[in-house]
């Protein structure tokens, strides 16, 4: 099992000295969160926060995700994942750009978790059809595999056509595709490439979604590493985390407290470090 900081809404001048803090207590990576903009008006409900609602989210800096992957790669040795760009709404060859990019700059140390923004809003303020956002996702996953695995490469699909070209630098080693959503698409989806990522859910639903993954991974005849990364909120005992590694899951993502509350995040950073070593004095020694 790796650990995660899931901490990344924050007061801007907090995120480095918060990362190199977390690396020295023995966290192996940061869990990036991905927004855009923020809409004015929006009746779109969010499945994952308790009242539907994504006013969560209103007046917290949510540094742009490559940008803020790139500064803790340089600042840190930890692991970076993002989780996750809602990847449909970019073009996948600029996005693939900045994923190779910070790859290289991080040395390796970077998985790419993407998957689909639930607010219509998004997709059209940046001028990108919501319909058909699934087929699109799954293009710009073969255009960032790709083109940066090296060399030319050209793609002819339904939303995207292009000729032979390619892009430098390039990873150290293959990118890592890390699928979050919940629905049978998105878990289809994470079983053709990497790994997947949940964003937050029971135990039992958490397993039954697993073995829904496994059974995919079989049928497409995928063998090899995969790995798991599940979002907890609040507070995690040593069993909590037996329980859900012999579930499947390799690797936790911690937040600590509820990342859907309304309003700036303004707790100190001493409090936010105590949590964690808390959690690292008596968890991850324990390991």
């Known amino acids: 099992m790796r650990f995660h900081v899931g901490e990344a809404v924050n007061p801007v001048k907090n995120y480095l000295p918060f990362a190199k803090a977390l690396e020295s207590l023995g966290y192996d990576g940061f869990a990036i969160s991905d927004s855009i903009v923020y809409p004015q008006d929006s009746q779109t409900s969010y499945e994952y926060g308790?009242?539907?609602?994504?006013?969560?989210?209103?007046?917290?800096?949510?540094?742009?995700?490559?940008?803020?992957?790139?500064?803790i790669g340089v600042a840190t040795s930890l692991e970076i994942t993002t989780s996750v760009v809602k990847l449909p709404m970019r073009h996948p060859v600029y996005a693939a750009k900045l994923a190779s990019s910070v790859a290289a700059i991080a040395n390796g140390r970077f998985n790419f978790g993407v998957g689909l923004s639930p607010w219509p809003e998004d997709y059209i303020t940046l001028g990108v059809p919501y319909e058909g956002r699934g087929g699109r996702l799954d293009e710009c996953i073969e255009i960032v595999r790709g083109l940066t695995g090296g060399g030319y490469f050209e793609y002819h699909g339904k939303y995207y056509d292009f000729p032979a070209i390619k892009i430098n630098?390039?990873?150290v080693r293959p990118l890592p595709i890390i699928v979050g959503g919940h629905s049978d698409p998105a878990l289809k989806r994470a079983a053709r490439n990497d790994g997947w990522s949940c964003a937050g859910a029971s135990f039992a639903e958490l397993v039954a979604m697993i073995k829904k993954l496994n059974s995919f991974r079989s049928d497409y005849g995928r063998t090899g590493d995969f790995r798991i990364f599940e979002s907890d909120m609040g507070e995690v005992t040593y069993d909590d985390v037996r329980r859900k590694e012999d579930s499947g899951v390799t690797d936790l993502i911690l937040f600590f407290r509820n990342i859907y509350e309304i309003g700036e995040n303004l707790e100190p950073i001493s409090e936010k470090i105590d949590r964690f070593k808390r959690f690292s004095d008596e968890v991850i020694a324990r390991r």
């Open 50 to 71: 308790a009242d539907g609602s994504r006013a969560f989210i209103e007046n917290k800096p949510v540094v742009e995700s490559f940008v803020l992957a790139s500064a």
């Open 169 to 171: 630098p390039i990873p």
